[in-house]
């Protein structure tokens, strides 16, 4: 459940910190005081996009902090530990900043985060149902969306959509393999000149790079063992005057200068040491030497063989080094042009038990909905009637699809019809229900699909609009018995449906020198029975709108 909203430099809110409860919320003031500001912020905290206007005057950031307790939330527990983010196991917090530039960071229990993970965990802790939801009642996918939910087979539908798109990939797959056409045969002719002209020049894995370090061995052969001989006189070899022979030189005249003075030691060392490194070197050259030799015709099959590598890599418009993976990739794309007819038999059997598998479930769901549809209509018929609409009749039609419309949500079409008068037959809802009987006939579907929602924490925003007297009371009786199961957070302007709460917001905006800011109150008793009033009789309170508020808030 939502157990605290932190609001910084947000619209017209400077600070604001909100403790929840267990039970129905209710949340009233007047209009423009910033209640909408609160779920906007919530909202904002579960990944909806950010706008700077958003950002208060003279702020240089908007901050909002969401914290929830998931003790009894396995799913959301579950979640958090595939993603690593569960740096505590019994709270949850959601943080969202937004700069004046426009720039947006999200974190979720303090890690980084982009929007679809809050999005994604959001579904986990809470549902808003807005005050324009009735327009969403229009749409026929909501309709299946509200009875997969109120079915609790929401990850039935969710198996079916996965076996439909394998069913379809995989049909695909094996449409394009048996289908033949001119293009196809030309791809395959082009592909097989190519692989082939590749089979010839067969390029060995790290044979180009041994062919031009030989190249160029080869082309400098001459002037590589020139002064190769060269170095090797002034190192060793020659007869007269050579490092060697000066080395060995020196190391007598300094066992000279030893045996009159011992200091002269560590210098012999080091002359010693230079002997033998000018030894290993001459080795070292001499060992080139003998590698290199003047092959002229050993350097033309080199040229010529990198000539022909070049000659192919130019055509195909390549480096040199790029033939091997691009021969690979052209051998692939022909063996899956020119399928074996084992594996096109094996994709056919692949598609038929793709499709078995999606007919089974979706036939499962078909049975899944057809069970729940009939309860659902009793119970919004009967939260209809309660509702001041005695006469209607609500209807979650399930029409069955031919085959070949056979898609992704399952087997039939789900559309929600009414029927608002006796002897009137159902109908969609878009052509018979006017506005305010649209928002009712929104307003018990809610209730209900919410009351098998495993979503922790609803939120009703406005829901209420248009209604009013006995109905707006049994919309809170409705509410406040939803508030016994889950937490309920109301946004309202009806005092019938306000006194139902179990704890009661207050939020007022108060005019500064330094421009209007929002405040929330958690009302006492005495001071819900004063807002109760003013809700029910406007500015001034008078002695019976206070009597009547005080009879509301007792029963």
């Known amino acids: 459940m939502l157990t605290q909203l932190t609001i910084r430099n947000f619209a017209i809110v400077d600070a604001l910190d909100i403790e929840l409860d267990t039970g129905m919320t209710v949340i009233s003031g007047e209009t423009g005081a910033g209640k909408s500001i609160m779920l906007d912020a919530l909202g904002l905290c579960l990944?909806?996009?950010?706008?700077?206007?958003?950002?208060?005057?003279?702020?240089?950031?908007?901050?909002?902090?969401?914290?929830?307790?998931?003790?009894?939330?396995?799913?959301?527990?579950?979640?958090?530990?595939?993603?690593?983010?569960?740096s505590d196991p019994q709270e949850c917090q959601l943080r969202r900043i937004i700069t004046r530039e426009g720039r947006s960071r999200s974190y979720i229990n303090g890690h980084p985060a982009p929007l679809t993970l809050l999005r994604e965990l959001g579904q986990y802790l809470v549902d808003i149902h807005g005050q324009h939801e009735h327009q969403r009642l229009l749409k026929k996918d909501y309709h299946r969306v509200?009875?997969?939910?109120?079915?609790?087979?929401?990850?039935?539908?969710?198996?079916?959509?996965?076996?439909?798109?394998?069913?379809?990939?995989?049909?695909?797959?094996?449409l394009e393999l048996t289908q033949i056409s001119d293009e196809r045969n030309a791809r395959i002719q082009l592909l097989s000149y190519q692989i082939e002209e590749l089979n010839q020049l067969a390029l060995q894995s790290g044979e180009l790079e041994q062919l031009e370090q030989e190249q160029q061995l080869l082309e400098h052969a001459g002037s590589l063992l020139t002064t190769g001989h060269e170095l090797m006189?002034?190192?060793?070899?020659?007869?007269?005057?050579?490092?060697?022979?000066?080395?060995?030189?020196?190391?007598q005249l300094l066992d000279q200068l030893q045996r009159q003075d011992t200091r002269m030691q560590q210098a012999g060392e080091m002359f010693n040491t230079a002997l033998i490194q000018i030894d290993e070197a001459s080795r070292e050259i001499r060992h080139f030497l003998?590698?290199?030799?003047?092959?002229?015709?050993?350097?033309?099959?080199?040229?010529?063989?990198?000539?022909?590598?070049?000659?192919?890599?130019?055509?195909?418009?390549?480096?040199?080094?790029?033939?091997?993976?691009?021969?690979?990739?052209l051998q692939?794309?022909?063996?899956?042009?020119?399928?074996?007819?084992?594996?096109?038999?094996?994709?056919?059997?692949?598609?038929?038990?793709?499709?078995?598998?999606?007919?089974?479930?979706?036939?499962?769901?078909?049975?899944?909905?057809?069970?729940c549809a009939g309860t659902l209509d009793l119970q919004v018929d009967q939260q209809l009637h309660a509702l001041g609409m005695p006469a209607a009749h609500f209807s979650a039609c399930l029409t069955p699809l031919d085959a070949e419309r056979y898609n992704a949500n399952g087997l039939e079409d789900v559309e929600f019809l009414i029927s608002?008068?006796?002897?009137?037959?159902?109908?969609?809802?878009a052509r018979v229900a006017s506005g305010g009987e649209l928002s009712r006939i929104s307003l018990a579907i809610q209730v209900i699909t919410a009351q098998t929602s495993s979503t922790p924490t609803l939120v009703f925003d406005?829901?209420?609009?248009?209604?009013?007297?006995?109905?707006?009371?049994?919309?809170?009786?409705?509410?406040?018995?939803?508030?016994?199961?889950?937490?309920?957070?109301?946004?309202?302007?009806?005092?019938?449906?306000?006194?139902?709460?179990?704890?009661?917001?207050?939020?007022s905006k108060k005019g500064q020198h330094n421009g209007t800011h929002t405040?929330?109150?958690?009302?006492?008793?005495?001071?819900?029975?004063?807002?109760?009033?003013r809700m029910l009789g406007g500015v001034d309170i008078t002695r019976t709108s206070l009597t009547h508020a005080r009879e509301m808030l007792s029963a």
């Open 233 to 251: 006189q002034l190192s060793s070899d020659a007869e007269g005057e050579n490092c060697q022979s000066m080395l060995q030189h020196c190391l």
């Open 332 to 371: 692939q794309e022909l063996d899956g042009l020119t399928g074996s007819d084992e594996v096109l038999a094996q994709l056919e059997r692949d598609v038929m038990s793709a499709r078995e598998d999606y007919l089974t479930t979706a036939a499962e769901l078909s049975e899944a909905r057809q069970r």
């Open 420 to 429: 608002t008068n006796e002897g009137q037959p159902a109908r969609a809802l």
């Open 519 to 533: 405040r929330v109150q958690r009302l006492s008793k005495g001071q819900r029975i004063e807002e109760v009033a």
């Open 462 to 507: 406005e829901v209420d609009v248009g209604i009013g007297g006995a109905v707006a009371e049994v919309v809170g009786r409705l509410l406040r018995d939803l508030g016994k199961q889950v937490q309920v957070l109301c946004v309202t302007h009806q005092p019938q449906v306000a006194a139902q709460g179990h704890q009661h917001l207050y939020v």
């Open 146 to 174: 509200l009875l997969d939910g109120f079915g609790g087979h929401t990850e039935l539908a969710e198996q079916v959509r996965r076996h439909f798109h394998k069913w379809r990939r995989l049909n695909t797959e094996w």
């Open 290 to 329: 003998d590698s290199i030799e003047i092959n002229p015709e050993r350097q033309l099959e080199v040229e010529a063989r990198l000539s022909a590598i070049y000659d192919v890599a130019r055509k195909h418009r390549l480096l040199p080094e790029q033939l091997a993976e691009f021969h690979q990739t």
């Open 47 to 86: 990944g909806d996009r950010a706008d700077c206007d958003s950002v208060l005057k003279d702020a240089d950031r908007a901050e909002l902090t969401a914290s929830f307790d998931i003790r009894e939330l396995p799913a959301a527990m579950l979640w958090l530990h595939e993603h690593e983010l569960d």
